[in-house]
């Protein structure tokens, strides 16, 4: 289960990165969003979660980490944030220079 894991973080960021890469703002948005989701699961990965074990802590009971439960639901919020952000940063560019192209240069057809 680990190796899949561990495919499914690479493939995402991978995909992210080749998508970040790209001259248009849509693939852009959309990189920097499976970015962010590889990021999640790579936090709440790093939290080794127990199945069947109480959120409480009790004397002597194994309990799993809240900490990157918490870190991974802050990412999620901010993650929504910035995609937000940037949709729109990215419509008013387009509405401004009457292209999607990032930098601006090349005309739409």
């Known amino acids: 289960m680990e ?3 561990a495919l499914v973080l690479g493939v995402l960021t991978a995909s992210g990165v080749y998508l970040l890469l790209r001259a248009r703002t849509f693939p852009v948005v959309m990189g920097l969003t499976l970015l962010s ?3 999640n699961l790579f936090l709440f ?3 080794r979660l127990h199945s069947g074990v109480p ?3 009790r ?3 194994s309990y799993t980490d809240p900490l990157p439960q918490a870190l991974v639901l802050t990412a999620i919020v901010i993650g929504f944030a ?3 952000f940037v ?3 990215a419509l ?3 509405g401004e220079h009457d292209t999607d192209h990032v930098d601006g240069g090349e005309p739409r057809r």
């Open 55 to 57: 959120a409480v802590i």
């Open 37 to 39: 989701y590889a990021v």
């Open 82 to 84: 910035m995609t937000a």
């Open 59 to 61: 004397e002597g009971a």
């Open 87 to 89: 949709v729109v940063l």
């Open 45 to 47: 990965a790093m939290g």
């Open 3 to 5: 190796a899949l894991f």
């Open 92 to 94: 008013r560019s387009l």
